[in-house]
């Protein structure tokens, strides 16, 4: 019993690796219709296109259409990774009829996908031009991590003397996936894996509110993740080394390394 619940918070965080994002109905954007609006510096929106079946932006080729099931969550995944990757560029305004027009649909799912990264602290909505990406100072990332640290820490270190190894040992392809990821230099991939594996062990909390301030922290701070030193590769292997340590001291149940990883993952890491 106690096995099978871990294996459902597992389950249920894995799709964060690839699957649509949960999207709200949100508001219409005040946008004005295309013709009206446009985008500045930074990377030309009209040179901006999805690649892998709207997985991703490039510059210089023909876009091509997005055709599945939920267009709106496919666009969302598609702007998240470009934020992560820096394709999106920190303080510049976006278009939404312009980026539209470069994914084959409307504008429409373009603005509702923008309106949830504006919920989530992505971007800001610019009356009459479109969405400026959000810039962090060093100030808000260590406010943000801070935050992170008053809420996950103390739950961590509580989970760590109740729950049975076995729970823990279930997790670990989570961890491995960071690493994964880390190893490649897949920053939108290693973000992705890095939510995941958080969510999977404050899910253990039983926790559902927990669980879903957590991510919406942890997804503010890693969007500068392309411009932020972390974000070299060996930085990334470093951090994604403390999930799969952290998951070691756990199943040991040495909570004093288990204490001392929990802490220092939070000082300055990328997740």
């Known amino acids: ?39 500045r510096s930074g990377p030309d929106a009209s040179a901006v296109r999805p690649v892998s079946g709207g997985q991703g932006f490039a510059a210089g080729a023909v876009a091509k259409p997005v055709r599945r099931h939920s267009v709106r969550g496919q666009i969302l995944d598609a702007l998240r ?30 603005r ?50 109740a ?27 290693y973000a992705e894996c890095d939510r995941a594996f958080h969510g999977a062990v404050l899910g253990l909390s039983g926790n559902e509110q927990l669980v879903a301030v957590a991510d919406d922290l942890h997804r503010k701070a890693q969007w500068p993740l392309v411009s932020a030193p972390v974000t070299r590769r060996a930085d990334l292997l470093a951090d994604a080394s403390e999930h799969t340590a952290l998951l070691d001291a756990l199943i040991a149940r040495d909570l004093v390394v288990v204490q001392s990883l929990v802490r220092e993952h939070f000082t300055g890491a990328a997740g």
């Open 1 to 39: 019993m106690e096995q099978g619940r871990a294996r459902d918070a597992v389950q249920a965080y894995a799709p964060a690796y690839s699957g649509p994002a949960r999207v709200p109905d949100p508001a219409r954007s005040p946008e004005q219709p295309a013709g009206g609006e446009h985008s």
């Open 81 to 110: 990774t470009a934020l992560v990757d820096g394709e999106l560029v920190p303080g510049e305004v976006y278009s939404g009829p312009v980026l539209g027009e470069r994914f084959g649909v409307s504008a429409t799912p373009v």
């Open 112 to 161: 509702e996908a923008m309106q949830q990264l504006a919920v989530e602290g992505a971007v800001e909505v610019v009356p009459n031009r479109g969405f400026r990406v959000a810039e962090r100072s060093p100030r808000e990332l260590a406010e943000l991590a801070e935050v992170r640290a008053l809420i996950e820490v103390p739950v961590m270190l509580r989970l760590a003397r």
């Open 163 to 189: 729950v049975p190894p076995g729970r823990w040992a279930e997790l670990r392809p989570l961890a491995e996936a960071t690493v994964s990821a880390a190893a490649v230099g897949d920053r939108a991939r």
